[in-house]
C-alpha cells in the first residue's frame, strides 16, 4: 500500500519488558514523525527525524525512550523497562516536507501498546 | 513553546445541523492551522487548514475561520452527516525556533441520526 504502516497494531507487554515498534513512512517522505496518544487525549509529540538524523527529541518523555531511522525509511520507537504509564497508541506520521514547513502530515493507523 | 487549547471536548448535534469547534493558540507567531479528523481505529487525516493570511477558507461542507488578533481558529461543518462522527484536533504551527505542531486535545463529535 501506498500509506504509512505501523506494526505491530496491538502489543501487550509486561511491566518491565522491552517494546520495539516500527513505522514504514511514505516512499519519498524526508520527514517523519512519532506521537503518543493516551487514551481520550491529544496527540503528544516524540520525535522527529529529517532523514536519518533526528534534530528535534524534546518530546521524549524519559531516557527510556529512544528512537532510530534508517535512511528515509524505516524508522523503530523503543521503549525500555516499559511502565504502565506508557500505555497509549503511538502514531507515526510522515511528509515529502521537512518539520517547520507548512503541509500535511500522513498518519498511520498507529500501534497500541497495553502495558500490564 | 506554542499551548493549543480546544473546546468542546464532546460535542453531539442533530443530522443535519452546523457543528462549531474552536480552538486559541498561544504563540503570536503561528502561521499555519490545520484540522484532523481521527475516525476509531484510524490515524488522523487532514481534512482542511488555513494559514496566517487569510481569514477564511471552505472545502463543501465544512469551513475554518481565523482570528490572528484574538489568537484563535474554528472549525465549522455544515449539514451534518452520520458519517461526519469522529474525533476532530485542530492545531497550531509556530514560526520560531521549535516549529512543530502542536494539537489541541480534541473534540469527539457524535452526528445523531
Known amino acids: 500500500g501506498a500509506g504509512v504502516s505501523q506494526s505491530p497494531s496491538n502489543k501487550v507487554t509486561e511491566k518491565g519488558k522491552d517494546v520495539e515498534l516500527r513505522c514504514d513512512p511514505i516512499s519519498g517522505h524526508t520527514a517523519l514523525y512519532w506521537y503518543r496518544q493516551r487514551l481520550g487525549q491529544g496527540l503528544e509529540f516524540l520525535i522527529y527525524?529529517?532523514?536519518?538524523?533526528?534534530?528535534?527529541k524534546s518530546g521524549l518523555p524519559s531516557d527510556r525512550f529512544s528512537a532510530e531511522r534508517t535512511g528515509e525509511s524505516v524508522s523503530t520507537l523503543t521503549i525500555q523497562r516499559t511502565q504502565q504509564e506508557d500505555s497509549a497508541v503511538y502514531l507515526c506520521?510522515?511528509?515529502?516536507?521537512?518539520?517547520?514547513?507548512?503541509?500535511?502530515?500522513?498518519f498511520g493507523e498507529g500501534s497500541r501498546l497495553t502495558v500490564l | 513553546g506554542e499551548n493549543v487549547e480546544q473546546h468542546p471536548s464532546t460535542l453531539s448535534v442533530q443530522e443535519g445541523d452546523s457543528a462549531v469547534i474552536k480552538c486559541t493558540y498561544s504563540d503570536s507567531a503561528s502561521n499555519y492551522f490545520p484540522w484532523y479528523k481521527q475516525e476509531l481505529g484510524k490515524g488522523p487525516q487532514l481534512i482542511i487548514d488555513i494559514r496566517s493570511n487569510v481569514g477564511e477558507k471552505k472545502d463543501q461542507r465544512i469551513a475554518v475561520t481565523l482570528n490572528k488578533t484574538a489568537k484563535h481558529f474554528s472549525l465549522h461543518i455544515t449539514e451534518t452527516q452520520p458519517e461526519d462522527s469522529a474525533v476532530y484536533f485542530c492545531a497550531a504551527l509556530s514560526s520560531g525556533s521549535a516549529r512543530q505542531l502542536t494539537f489541541g486535545s480534541g473534540t469527539q463529535l457524535t452526528v445523531l441520526p
Open positions: 527525524f529529517q532523514g536519518n538524523s533526528a534534530p528535534d
Open positions: 506520521a510522515s511528509s515529502p516536507k521537512g518539520s517547520g514547513i507548512a503541509g500535511e502530515l500522513f
